[in-house]
T-cell receptor
Framework: DTEVTQTPKHLVMGMTNKKSLKCEQHMGHRAMYWYKQKAKKPPELMFV???????INESVPSRFSPECPNSSLLNLHLHALQPEDSALYLC??????????????FGPGTRLTVL | EDQVTQSPEALRLQEGESSSLNCSYT??????LFWYRQDPGKGPEFLFTLYSAGEEKEKERLKATLTKKESFLHITAPKPEDSATYLCAVRPESGNTPLVFGKGTRLSVIA
């Protein structure tokens, strides 16, 4: 089983709202990722957690705050977003992360609209 | 700088018309090349991983090959359900970035 689940599927929020995206995997993977994808563009890496520690932050604005409560869960907390943050947010996981060449498996994504 | 270029950007095929998608890369050293399929509004679905030149992998109507500078995704006798965006990504030998993605090829298969 190579399933990564994400909730919610769709989210509409105002610029003053606070919301969270959730991601879960039960494959025993130790690396988890957040990506942002705009229409007709490839996924753009935001954060990487390796063994529950933040290992990569690709200079993402502080209005995006990641959290990894345990090895199976990954959250992305959203606050004071801008309309240009509207996108498909993808979660992925891989067995080891770091410098390994293991495959990343993606979830179905959360379609976020910021009004 | 590590780069991945996919061509063509878009491809329209008749059902049964075989073709190939190209992924060329310039990286400091290749640790792995990945092919994904992505349907509109969905997450990328893993297809293949290739690690060394000469390697080939097959799955149903798809076959991926790898040389030292590029990879091809061959689609044999495509069906309308093969319509999707196909993404190529590489894992460079150095640097922190886990994957460098190409911009994808949008494939449309017409019945």
């Amino acid at each position: 089983d190579t399933e990564v689940t994400q909730t919610p599927k769709h989210l509409v929020m105002g610029m003053t709202n606070k919301k969270s995206l959730k991601c879960e995997q039960h494959m025993g993977h130790r690396a988890m990722y957040w990506y942002k994808q705009k229409a007709k563009k490839p996924p753009e890496l935001m954060f990487v957690y390796s063994y529950e520690k933040l290992s990569i932050n690709e200079s993402v604005p502080s209005r995006f705050s990641p959290e990894c409560p345990n090895s199976s869960l990954l959250n992305l907390h959203l606050h004071a977003l801008q309309p240009e943050d509207s996108a498909l947010y993808l979660c992925a996981s891989s067995l080891l992360g770091g410098t390994s060449t293991d495959t990343q498996y993606f979830g179905p994504g959360t379609r976020l609209t910021v009004l | 700088e590590d780069q991945v270029t996919q061509s063509p950007e878009a491809l329209r095929l008749q059902e049964g018309e075989s073709s190939s998608l190209n992924c060329s890369y310039t990286v400091s050293g290749l640790r792995g090349l990945f092919w994904y399929r992505q349907d509109p509004g969905k997450g990328p679905e893993f297809l293949f991983t290739l690690y060394s030149a000469g390697e080939e992998k097959e799955k149903e109507r798809l076959k991926a090959t790898l040389t030292k500078k590029e990879s091809f995704l061959h689609i044999t006798a495509p069906k309308p359900e093969d319509s999707a965006t196909y993404l190529c990504a590489v894992r460079p030998e150095s640097g922190n970035t886990p994957l460098v993605f190409g911009k994808g090829t949008r494939l449309s298969v017409i019945a």
